[in-house]
């Protein structure tokens, strides 16, 4: 009809106020703004029969009387006077208007009632007349075949299937079932008043479960066999690279035998002409330490020498500025003394003449100078040549190139004389320069001659460390040569030692490699034939997965509310029997107990407080595979202690919803789903009465809405994240309860009922703990510690297979660490296999003096279950098995008194074995007849008296 729907949205304190309200605005929505809304109503928001009251109105005449308040009222009457006298109603009378606000209602306004049949629905109509009278009936019929067949075809349409007639075979499975599990649970309805509902959305779910669950279980055979594939094959590759290290060890072990020789060979050439070298150097290190100590001795002596010739350089300087005095007075004044000189001037004219007497000169005469007046004014006819010849006096003096004489008849002409300043003035203030430079020169000689020997021992030293310098060259000359040489030889050395080295090292990498591979071998080598075979397995439960899956997912869908009697006859007489008739693949000895979990899950269960009996074993798988939330019939609260260990370590809380109905409480209860929903905790609700409050059923049914990545979960007025780790267990302490069709369409029901085979073997244990206390405790550490062998080598083989499979060969033979964790795992697991056959074996013989106490454990089973069917004459018989417990314990309590007093003293010796023997004989049948009294005495003090 193109109406919007519209759902109520209850939360844990909706009441008649929150339902006024949303009528309210439905109202409004389709009175004021005539919007066509299809107001929905379902069974689960009817949370009080008094909600029915306001919809009784809603249906006869769709006038609530107290729906609005008189401000409310005028207020919507204000909003509808246009409108009113738009249609020709009059304005002004308050009751037209309403009248008409209403009638717009009914036209816009459709309300939807979906409801179950039943007693409940018969009591509602006869409070609530409007709900048959007024409304139209809309019985929906069960989904025809062919319906199934259409929805099963287009969900499977995406899976593989090995052919076309498969194909077909699988999709008619899905329509078969339903109508078989319908007639069991007709069956059951009839035998045990228990009503087990299959709805079509029973068949949604199975499809759903049987694609995940078939992908999934293909996906982890596909991987299991390609693990296992890989563990052979790098087992496989190991054995060959293995056989090659070898053949590379014994090869690398020649080459390194050569190179060792040849570094050997090069070690005492490089120890030869290192000794050379050493020698050499030694003898050079000796001639540079003459060098250094002449070169000290040169240099002490060349200190001393310029020291005097410093001393000697104001003379010089005297001198030149004597010469440099020299004026052209000073040589007319000599002109002027042509015949008759002065005494002192004639003197110092002798003294140059003298001074510069050179012997070699031709143009001068041997023996000396000719000392007369013309001699000396002839020197002094070129003023600038006599400057230059006192100047260069000086340099002649330092070369040692002027004759002694000359100084020596100097000094002896001035002595003479009495030659000084003064006197030389008194004659001629002119001639006073040169006079200044003869006593000048003189002086210098006389401090060249003292340093001369200084200057020639100083030569001497000099050509000394020349020649020292000269042999120290030639010695560091061959030195070098010889480090030449030895720098080759060594780095030939160390060429050759690297290649010897390199070979040692490739030799000992190879060695480890081969001691690794050799290690992993021995290790691992036995695996490899477990591992093949368990490759074929792979591959052969691959080819028949689809069947397996199949019958699997459907006895997870189907047989949760069944007792162990109907579950086998499902499986085996209907499902089974159509998988093989109909050429489905599947495993020849087919048990989907071991598709839904494997032996280490199924053991850490029993370690969580699962009884060890095959019903509660397929309880579990039922639980652990379902798509739906599980709800746990559990009148023994044998899952309850299971499920609060197993759901431990997942921060479970424990509700309550009898708690729902006063609002503090209910608020505590939401906030703490909200919280467990979006952190992804467990939440388990006991004690569930029938009925299921409607504010939690967007959570059991899952009603999330995926937006991105994320799933949002609307609940009530709230938008919760919802975390794929949140987990919701429902369970009922109610031995038969009757949940509503739409409770069990959403969720997963199990009968965690105890039956009599797991009475018996709880029964037995009690006995035996109870008679043999030793023997009990014994069997409970070997069931222990089995099922915590079988976890563990299931998680050494995993660790194992990963380690091998995931660690390159380069690291694999690298590692040392690795293959020692291997072999300390593969040690474990071999040790943990033997400590497994030695458990058995123990257990074995336990079982064996255990079931001496057989026939009381099934006598007690037989007599609690005898008792139970006594439900079935009134419901007021009810019996809890822990009361049956302490009934069979003051059993066993009595009879062990009555055989001690029988028994007397104990005995010894060779009879004590045969006297045990006879005591458990006695207690078999003495607790036989006690738990029969006792039990008997039990029911008839419960008896009705008119029963008796």
């Not at 109509?125 to 048959?132: C, D, E, H, T, Y």
């Not at 919280?675 to 899952?702: D, F, L, Q, Y």
């Not at 206390?773 to 995993?798: C, G, H, S």
Request: neutral net charge; hydrophobic residues 40%.
């Amino acid at each position: 009809c193109g109406y919007s729907p519209k759902e109520l949205l209850i939360s844990g304190s909706y009441d008649m106020n929150d339902l006024k309200l949303d009528i309210q605005l439905a109202y409004g929505r389709t009175g004021i703004k005539e919007e066509g809304t299809l107001f929905f109503f379902t069974e689960g928001v009817l949370r009080k029969d008094d909600f029915l009251r306001y919809i009784n109105d809603m249906l006869s005449s769709g006038d609530i009387a107290d729906l609005y308040s008189a401000e409310e009222k005028e207020a919507l009457l204000a909003q509808m006077r246009t409108a009113a006298k738009t249609a020709g109603v009059p304005e002004t009378q308050p009751d037209l208007v309403y009248n008409f606000f209403l009638q717009r209602v009914k036209n816009n306004l459709h309300l939807a009632l979906c409801f179950s049949p039943g007693n409940k629905l018969r009591e509602r109509a006869s409070k609530f007349p409007a709900i048959v009278n007024c409304t139209v009936i809309d019985w929906f019929q069960p989904w025809p075949k062919e319906a199934l067949r259409k929805v099963a075809a287009e969900g499977l349409s995406v899976v593989e299937m090995p052919n076309e007639q498969v194909r077909q075979a699988v999709i008619n499975f899905m329509q078969e079932p339903f109508e078989q599990v319908n007639k069991a649970s007709a069956d059951v309805l009839f035998t045990d008043r228990r009503y087990i509902y299959t709805t079509p959305k029973s068949v949604l779910e199975l499809i759903k479960l049987f694609k995940n669950m078939l992908e999934k279980k293909k996906q982890d055979l596909i991987n299991a066999k390609k693990t296992y594939e890989d563990g052979v094959e790098r087992l496989k590759s190991t054995e060959e690279d293995a056989s090659k290290l070898s053949e590379e060890v014994k090869t690398t072990s020649v080459i390194v035998e050569e190179k060792r020789k040849t570094a050997e060979v090069n070690a005492v050439q490089v120890e030869a002409t290192k000794k050379i070298v050493e020698e050499s150097s030694a003898k050079a290190n000796e001639e540079a330490k003459k060098c250094a100590e002449k070169q000290t001795m040169v240099t002490e002596k060349q200190t001393k020498v310029s020291a005097d010739l410093e001393a000697a350089k104001p003379m010089v300087e005297a001198a030149e500025k004597a010469v440099n005095s020299l004026n052209t007075k000073l040589f007319q004044t000599v002109k002027g003394w042509r015949s008759t000189p002065p005494a002192k001037a004639f003197a110092i004219g002798r003294c140059v003449l003298n001074l510069l007497y050179d012997p070699n000169d031709p143009d001068q005469e041997k023996g000396g100078p000719k000392l007369t007046w013309p001699a000396f004014l002839k020197k002094m006819e070129n003023p600038q040549k006599i400057k230059d010849d006192l100047i260069s006096l000086i340099k002649k003096i330092q070369d040692n190139t002027v004759p002694a004489r000359n100084f020596k008849e100097s000094r002896l002409i001035i002595d003479g004389e009495a030659l000084d300043e003064d006197n030389v003035t008194k004659t001629s203030t002119d001639i006073l320069p040169l006079f200044k430079w003869i006593t000048n020169i003189l002086q210098y000689y006389e401090v060249i001659v003292t340093v001369e020997p200084k200057r020639i021992a100083l030569r001497e030293a000099n050509e000394q460390l020349k020649e020292a310098n000269d042999k120290k060259i030639a010695v560091d000359a061959q030195v070098a040569q010889l480090q030449e040489q030895l720098n080759a030889l060594q780095a030939e050395f160390k060429k050759v030692m690297d290649a010897k080295i390199e070979a040692e090292t490739q030799a000992a990498v190879y060695a480890r490699k081969l001691d690794i591979a050799t290690r992993l071998i021995k290790a691992l080598g036995s695996e490899s034939e477990r591992w093949s075979s368990s490759i074929i397995t792979c591959a052969t439960k691959i080819e028949v997965i689809l069947g397996d899956v199949l019958l699997a997912s459907s006895f997870v869908s189907y047989c949760g509310p069944f007792n162990k009697k109907y579950r086998e006859l499902i499986m085996k007489d209907l499902f089974t029997k159509y998988v093989e008739t109909n050429g489905i693949p599947k495993s020849p000895d087919f048990k989907h107990i071991e598709i839904l979990t494997d032996d280490a899950t199924k053991a850490l269960w029993i370690n969580q407080g699962l009884p060890d009996d095959p019903f509660s074993k397929e309880n579990g798988a039922i639980l652990e595979n379902s798509e739906r939330w599980a709800l746990m019939i559990d009148p023994q609260i044998q899952g309850n202690k299971w499920i609060r260990k197993k759901e431990e370590s997942h921060n479970l809380q424990i509700l309550r919803l009898s708690a729902m109905g006063e609002p503090r409480e209910a608020k505590k209860i939401m906030q703490k789903f909200e919280v467990a929903i979006e952190s992804g905790t467990s939440i388990m609700i006991e004690n569930m009465e029938e009925e299921v409050n409607a504010v939690i059923m967007p959570i059991i049914a899952k009603n999330y809405i995926v937006k991105g990545k994320n799933k949002i979960l609307p609940l009530g007025d709230k938008q919760l994240n919802y975390n794929d780790n949140f987990r919701l267990i429902l369970m009922t302490k109610l031995s038969n309860p009757h949940f509503p069709p739409e409770i069990q369409a959403e969720t997963t029901m199990i009968n965690f009922a105890v039956t009599e085979e797991g009475l018996e073997d709880q029964l037995l244990a009690h006995v035996v703990r109870k008679e043999r206390p030793d023997l009990a405790n014994t069997r409970e550490q070997l069931v222990q510690q089995q099922n915590e062998f079988t976890i563990k080598l299931k998680e050494l083989e995993r660790i194992l297979l990963y380690k091998l499979t995931t660690t390159s060969k380069e690291a694999l033979f690298e590692s040392t660490e690795l293959v020692d964790s291997l072999e300390k795992s593969k040690i474990l697991s071999e040790d943990i296999s033997k400590k497994s056959v030695a458990a058995k074996e123990m257990a074995l013989q336990i079982e064996e003096t255990s079931e001496k106490y057989r026939p009381v454990a099934a006598r007690g089973a037989l007599i609690f279950f005898v008792m139970t069917e006594l439900s079935r004459v009134h419901t007021f018989y009810m019996f809890s098995l822990a009361a049956f417990i302490n009934v069979v314990n003051r059993a066993l309590d009595k009879v062990q008194v009555e055989l001690r007093a029988q028994k007397g003293v104990a005995k010894k010796g060779d009879s004590e074995e045969a006297d045990e023997k006879a005591a458990s004989l006695k207690t078999v049948s003495y607790t036989h007849l006690r738990a029969h009294e006792t039990s008997l005495h039990l029911v008839c003090r419960l008896l009705l008296e008119k029963k008796k």
